[in-house]
């Protein structure tokens, strides 16, 4: 059964770069033809998404967000990792990472931005 | 980008009602749409894709219609499990950005 679970720091400063990683269990990243994605959700919002990459490394972003965002992949890890730079407050959210079939999803990370 | 306007924001019925919710996009998107269910702290859910197929397992009180722009969600008779925030989502051809409507509350009356 495929699982996704993101990590990274619960807290980043404003300025800084958000970075969180996906880890895929179950299931090879390469072995399938999914995209894989980021979502995010601000607190008592909706959802957005942020961008997605294939295993091959091919890219595609939130024009809103294009500018700072960087999604990667490591196949040898079973990961995808997505970079967000200078970040504000408004980048609080909890963030998702998911296969773009959209039918499994990881349980989601909350990311506050404060000094 | 393709907006997706979502209606209503919120709604509250009673055990056993037929409720809806719509969504309409601002483009043709075919019928790559999608529904979700979220509850509080969880991650989204998927319910119906590609604009009316149920997803396996998922009880057949929900379900889904339209293609174009617009699109109906149905929950045939609300039960107190189906308390949760609904989302649509459009995932037209690449590289046209993932899109979602803002949600639909759904609450017991």
């Known amino acids: 059964q495929l699982q996704l679970q993101e990590s990274g720091p619960g807290l980043v400063k404003p300025s800084e770069t958000l970075s969180l990683t996906c880890t895929v269990s179950g299931g090879s990243i390469s072995s399938s033809s999914y995209y894989w994605g980021w979502i995010r959700q601000p607190p008592g919002k909706g959802l957005e998404w942020i961008g997605s990459?294939?295993?091959?490394?091919?890219?595609y972003y939130n024009p809103s967000l294009k500018s700072r965002v960087t999604i990667s992949v490591d196949t040898s890890k079973n990961q995808f990792s997505l970079k967000l730079s200078s970040v504000t407050a408004a980048d609080t959210a909890v963030y998702y990472c998911?296969?773009?079939?959209?039918?499994?999803w990881g349980q989601g990370t909350t990311v506050t931005v404060s000094s | 980008d393709i907006q997706m306007t979502q209606s209503p924001s919120s709604l509250s019925a009673s055990v056993g009602d037929r409720v809806t919710i719509t969504c309409q996009a601002s483009?043709?998107?075919?019928?790559?749409l999608n529904w979700y269910q979220q509850k509080p702290g969880k991650a989204p859910k998927l319910l119906i894709y590609d604009a009316s197929n149920l997803e396996t397992g998922v009880p057949s009180r929900f379900s889904g219609s339209g293609s174009g722009t617009d699109f109906t969600f149905t929950i045939s008779s609300l039960q107190p499990e189906d308390i949760a925030t609904y989302y649509c989502q459009q995932y037209d051809n690449l590289p046209q950005p993932i899109t979602f409507g803002g949600g639909t509350k759904v609450e017991i009356k």
């Open positions: 483009q043709d998107i075919s019928n790559y």
């Open positions: 998911a296969r773009q079939s959209w039918d499994v």
């Open positions: 990459i294939y295993y091959s490394g091919s890219t």
